[in-house]
């Protein structure tokens, strides 16, 4: 079942600005991730949130976590063209009692154009 | 090794017939995954295994798909009588162990069942 839900599904922006994308889930959770994919092959991991959290960092990104609203967000900041992938964002709501791996949301595509 | 490898990478089969598709996971990851990617969509959870405990077989499609996880290192996921629909990027995944750690997925074998 589909757990995450990015927002935009797609987004075009030029060389230098920031992208925002974000995520919407439904269950609690007890931790989400972000992941880049290019080229429809591997998925790379970006960086983990658990759900004690608000906000983390790794370079130009920034994560942020709202439990109340199930909601994150990701922003790349000073984007480059390699930078042009599709991010997904992957909650993990495992407890110890079993669990299906990281659900995954469909995705967005993100262009930068240079 | 150093990262998940998976073979092969294409695999071209003919409708009906069985395919076999490998994933070789980080060396010390007891947490295995395998998923499945249409294009343009999302990942969709197939099978995890956890060190040598009955794998989690919640997401496979049909009773065509099997997987399993020798030694508790080299994963085969199995399709038999394969349809067109069966065609998609398989992507397996590694991790400590599941749940609270990212992901480090492999390149893929995308399959096309013609």
Known sequence: ?114 | GAGVSQSPSNKVTEKGKDVELRCDPISGHTALYWYRQSLGQGLEFLIYFQGNSAPDKSGLPSDRFSAERTGGSVSTLTIQRTQQEDSAVYLCASSHRVGGYGYTFGSGTRLTVV
């Open chain 1, 1 to 114: 079942s589909q757990q995450g839900e990015e927002d935009p599904q797609a987004l075009s922006i030029q060389e230098g600005e920031n992208a925002t994308m974000n995520c919407s889930y439904k269950t609690s959770i007890n931790n989400l991730q972000w992941y880049r994919q290019n080229s429809g092959r591997g998925l790379v991991h970006l960086i983990l949130i658990r759900s004690n959290e608000r906000e983390k960092h790794s370079g130009r990104l920034r994560v942020t976590l709202d439990t109340s609203k199930k909601s994150s967000s990701l922003l790349i900041t000073a984007s480059r063209a390699a930078d042009t992938a599709s991010y997904f964002c992957a909650t993990d709501a495992y407890s110890g009692g079993g669990a299906d791996g990281l659900t995954f949301g469909k995705g967005t595509h993100l262009i930068i154009q240079p």
